[in-house]
């Protein structure tokens, strides 16, 4: 085999692999936090945080005690919207469709991580809107759930020059 052959083939597979994790509505990813397990899981129960974090995924507004109303994506003219109940586990949460818990499900993964330096925390997410919360928004989320955690702030160009809309003048 050539060396051109070869390397058709390993962008082939790297394509088909970055295909397949953003074409559906599964994900999982894992980050660290700096913060103790008890202040991790609490605030992934606060809507106002949940609505933060998921900023242009999903709104997310409490409606009873652990039952969230989540609406994505929120500037949409017709958006998904979805109830969920809030499940405790051991190692962990899941947020479940009220309805139908294989509709729509968010599971986080709590582990203390090694040295004492926070907690882990594991991430996946099967939602009613396609690709919106697969691999990289799913990182996305972290990343910005422990910013927040960790600064009081959540990561933002929106007052960056750089960070305008195209076309908008100085």
């Not at 390397?7 to 894992?30: H, M």
């Amino acid at each position: 085999m050539d060396y051109l052959q070869k390397a058709k083939e390993e962008v082939v597979t790297l394509i088909g692999r970055a295909v397949g994790s953003v074409s559906g509505g599964t994900g999982r990813r894992a980050l660290t936090i700096e913060r103790p397990r008890a202040a991790v899981e609490e605030f992934w129960r606060d809507p106002d945080n949940l609505s933060r974090v998921f900023d242009g995924f999903a709104d997310v507004r409490s409606t009873a005690p652990d039952r969230y109303e989540w609406t994505a994506p929120p500037d949409d003219a017709d958006p998904a919207r979805w109830e969920s109940v809030l499940l405790t586990e051991q190692d962990g949460l899941q947020f479940v469709d009220a309805v139908d818990p294989e509709r729509a499900r968010i599971e986080l993964e709590f582990a203390d991580a090694p040295r004492g330096r926070g907690t882990e925390v594991h991430m996946s997410a099967t939602v009613p809107v396609p690709r919106q919360l697969t691999g990289a928004a799913i990182f996305a989320v972290l990343y910005r759930a422990r910013a927040l955690m960790q600064t009081g702030e959540v990561p933002t160009l929106d007052r960056n020059p750089s960070g305008r809309a195209a076309g908008q003048e100085a």
